[in-house]
């Protein structure tokens, strides 16, 4: 029941927002809703049990010709992603404060209809259910960005559209030859883990879910909408797509391809390793040189993001040993989620004020505005994975289990520390330090909602950096528990 | 005490930086100065305290358990603190001279606007440099490792309005990160060797092993990579001479006291593995001499006061590490131990000269200041006799006992590190000279407000002169009858001791070349700068092929802007504007046509409304949600 309050919450919400056409009012219900959301979260976490089992479980008959069920529940790996679901958009609600969004109603409500979406991927056990809640977070998305975007939004929206709409079609096509392989008739998820399908088969399942997942997350070179579609969006829907859309794509490996096709992602592993570790490097360099603070913020996220996958594939590849590498995708999904967006909604607050992001006509805004100076540079320094902020401790343990998969590979992932200091530190003097000009000189500081929300994400950066172990213990019982899963199935097949 | 107490020490700092962080605006600059030294001294009492009661009692270990830090599978870092023999003596230089220079900094920040923010950043600073060597694991020294870069940044780059400074509080971060990789990769290495990064479990494991075996060789490369970074060696020490943007009582805590040693910490705490691995051995001291050298001739040229000095820094570290090179672990600690004296003496006596010229930094503008300076001109001539190996003051013991290891190992690099002595010498006393001696080169106006320092300035100076003059006395070799104290404190620590086999006249010996040289440079710069009054010429003046060599620092900078700055940014242009755009764009775009053309029918439902959008998407849910009930019911 509890589950089921905290998936249909923010729908409600959703209609509610949608019917009352007030700017004002609308955008009260939404982020009142979404703190409700927040606190059904935090009674179902003090219900949650820090084991390997699936919690608050709900499994209902819904079209039984076809054998699909609304089956789902709550385990150590989908608490991660709840929480951070549910911490960022309250945040991201509260970030749009001082906008003024035309039929804001419809611009609130669609935010509240993707965090239903989003909770419906995160708990999903059914197949069908899965990939229903895949597609209702994608769609508000795309309206956010299409009538609210900046300049050349339909034409970006095009290849955005393009793009997710072929990766959720092969993971559709996937999904349908798993239930069609699937004796049971159904698409129940331990269903689709008992399943005994040879190598062939596995090496086709993997590659219709990974391109799906890699598109979302992006991995390279499947990314060429993320940079656009990032730059071009309203700040709460680059927010919403960076913080939390991504995770859809990690958590879609972790929960739907490697115990479902272990054979598939062992024959793959490596190329995909591969291709995480060019990705990290090659969207590095490219962010060195970008104009656009806030194309050169997405392009880190390509980087950050083409770590935690090769963890993903580093630790799956190193069996039961692999732990450190799980753990640290799941802090670093969390870590990633809470500093992308508060990089982007300080972004979001130096274009609005000034309604510009290119570094070159910035700089000196730390004169200024010393509190946002100091705010975002803890955000730069938990991007950067300083010892001490959240970002250190997933990066810490993800180049752990690559070092530990491969060695160089380890050194050349780990060239991402380097290469991300040199792109973040530029971009934060280019912006806040050195002198004045004519247009900074007008910058205001932060108040009211905005330091809220940065405050709120710096006093999670630290405080996740400190004391982790409040994260990692949510999730340990149940990676272990996967990774046994996925070893019993190799050594079943072998 | 120590058990219990001990982690007071890096708390009262990190709390001074809390309070002084908050209330920067609102306290008033006494008030502010008061917390953010007291602390400090506070921090230092408790480091006396319990370095006395670890002197007496017969244990030499203790570890202090915090919390379960970071846990995964195997992997356990605990939060947790080692106070042995080796940091103990780290603490009190960290407190001691930290303290003083706090103190140092209430005269010399007091028309700063940024006073409360500079106390803050100092605070913080000694917090990470604690955590650095009371870490008792690598990753408990990788927080403060990373944490004292973070400082570095933020001091270097204080009055960060000035671009260049921005840039060179980033170009420190940067290049020590380079450094960190190796740091943190061979952690990875020793965790995969040892199955443990705690100290106390990965030594004894490697006391057994064999000698030169390729992981150990291995490990204490990148670890060494780490040190180069933080300690500033070839090729990563471009970035400490432009750390002198920072202000003049940071260079002398965090560029020349703390932070740049602390690779000679890790390396010493590392010990039995750096002994086990004798072509990194190698390698430490070839690097360390050649970074000796070349930052040296550096030195001989450049006009900033603060510039001679970096380089300066370089080169003994340079020193240092050729120490560690030859085994010579207790050597290059005293060193570090000497040199946080007289050269945290030597930029605080460099900043006094700064405060009273008004912010001028240029020797060329300078002179004849010794009447005018009296207690800054005095203490820096002991700084300066100290650096220059002359006896008996301390920089003659610990170079000494360096370079008779060098000796006994490596003639080749003892000939080199004895030239550069006199080459330390030469540069150091013409900073003198040129400073001090002869007449006033500056302006007028500027001449008739020269004065002494406050005395919250002269009393540090005074202070670390002492110690520069007497820090010998802790490790008196046997030659001249002492016990060499130091050795055997430290040797409680583990540290690895390597006694010297060459007989006492070859020692003697030794230190006589070693002595001549140094006075012979006094001499020839003395001639050069006082007697002859030579003065450096201006920056567009012609210099010979070697001066200009020296003064544009080998153009390392220029060097690696061409090999590695600019075919970086090449490479993003090209990825970005050929790779991402045209390639796969181009590709994807194709793909986007055809589902364009094909799509055309479908159109007619996407009308452009907003509203009909989610009311379908309502609709459909509400259906679905129907036809559950219906066919439950």
Redesign the interface.
Known sequence: MELLILIFLPLVGALITAAIAKQNASKTIALAFSILTLAATISVLCKFTPDASMQFVVNYPWIQQLGINFHAGIDGISIITIILTNILVPLIVLSTFKHVYKNANAFYALILFMQSGLLLVFTALDGFLFYIGWEAALIPIYFICAMWGGKDRIKINMKFFVYTIAGSLFMLLGIIYLYLQNPANNFDINAFYALNLDSHQQGWVFWAFFIAFAIKMPIFPFHTWQPDTYTAAPAPGTMLLSGIMLKMGIYGVIRWLLPVVPQGVQDWAYLAMILSIIGIIYASVIAFTQKDAKRLVAYSSIAHVGLIAAGIFASYSLGSGGIQGLQGVMVQMLSHGINVVGLFFVLDIISSRLHTNKIEELGGLAKVAPQLAITFLIIVLGTVALPGTNGFIGEFLLLFSVYNYNAWMGAIAGLTIILGAVYMFRMYQKVMLGTTNDLTITFTDIKGTEKIVLYTICVLIIVMGVYPKAVLQLSEASVQHLLEQVNQKLTGLN | MINSLLWLIPLLPLLGFVINGLGRNTLSKSLIGIIGSGVILASFTLSIAMFFELGAGSEKQFTVDL?????????HIPLSFLYDPLSSIMLLIITGVGFLIHIYSIGYMHEDAGFGKFFSYLNLFIFFMLILVLGSNY?VM??G???VG?CS?LLI?FW????NY??A??KA??MN??G??GF??GV??I??TFGSVEFAKVFPQAAGMMPGTATITFITLLLFVGACGKSAQLPLFTWLPDAMAGPTPVSALIHAATMVTAGIYMIARSSILFDLAPHTQDVIAIIGTATALIAAIIALTQTDIKKVLAYSTVSQLGYMFLGLGVGAYTGSFFHVITHAFFKALLFLGAGSVIHAMHHEQDMRHMGGLKSKLKITFATMMIGTIAIAGLPPFSGFFSKDEILAHAFENHKVLWAIGLFTAFLTAFYMFRMMYLTFFGKYRGTHHAESHIHESPKTMTFPLIVLAILAAIGGLINIPHVFGGNAWLGHWLAGAGIAQHELSLDHTTEFALMGVSVLAALSATVYAYTKYVKNAHVPVADEGKRSILAKISYNKFYLDEIYDMIIRKP??A???F??RI???KL??GL??G??WT??EGSKGLRLLQSGN??F??FM??FG?VA?LL??YL??A
């Open positions: 919390f379960d830090w970071i846990s995964a599978g195997n992997l990753i990788f927080i490792w990373e944490g973070l940044y780059g960060y309005t000035n671009g921005a840039s509080a980033k971060f940067v990160r380079i960190d990789l943190l990769l990875f290495l965790f995969m970086l940014d490479f993003s242009g990825f970005y790779i991402d755009k796969i764009d994807v775009n793909l986007g589902a364009n907003v509203g959008y989610i998407m309502v849910i679905l036809y559950t066919s439950i």
